[in-house]
């Protein structure tokens, strides 16, 4: 457990929310996309023996440990037409899950590695995900712009805040949706990442969800859903 400060004037907002309880993301898949995602963890378990895309003791539980994971993203939708890029993809966890979960989203999985590149390449064909684009670069040069960053174990947020930045373009989206910023799944204290974050920029909200509430599994105790965005009064401030 790490500790919310609460924010002095001009200091960064950080908010720790309480999502409700028993909120299933399998449920609001429909069967088509439920076999896609048991396809992809069959196409995981196929190449990830080679490719090393996740770590080969927690294949057994792939469905809890990796998928059930990035699908925490899913608690709010991203709006049709929207881009989203995934920082340091690996296997393509959260940004196959992400594809299969909202067609209608453009989805951009970012690595360094030439051989995870070209595995989570063969799954998107394989798997038909005509709205996911693989890229083989660096973060910080990816040519590309998005609407939303993804994360999921790859770098600190304040790392993970100057990538989106440096791509993001604005979105109006409804009420019911992500805002547009960073979203990014972490664990443990979180202290000193959102210390760091708040140096580069002061005129953030980030918000924390507790993923063993959200997810109703203790397996992700001291693990959190993370979205940083610019206050809405300081958009147009230069980082």
Known sequence: MFHV????????????????????????????????????????????????????????????RHLLHCLALTWRPFPPGSVVVDWGTGGGLPAVPLAI??????????????????????????????????????AESWEGAAHYSVSRATAPLATLWQWHHRVARPLAASPDAWPPGLLALKGGDLTDELAALERLDPHLHVRLWPLDRLLGDPLFAEKYLVHVAPEPEADASVR
């Open 5 to 64: 400060k609460h924010p002095a004037r001009g200091s960064m907002r950080v908010s720790r929310e309480t999502p409700p309880a028993g909120w299933d993301p399998w449920a609001q898949l429909d069967p088509a996309q439920r076999e896609q995602l048991e396809h992809y963890a069959r196409l995981l378990q196929e190449l990830g023996r080679h490719h090393n895309l996740v770590s080969r003791e927690t294949l057994p539980e792939l469905h809890r």
């Open 101 to 138: 979960a909202f067609p209608e989203v453009t989805v951009h999985a970012v690595d360094a590695a030439q051989k995870k590149v070209l595995a989570v390449r063969t799954m998107a064909r394989r798997l038909g995900l005509t709205n996911l684009h693989v890229h083989r670069a660096r």
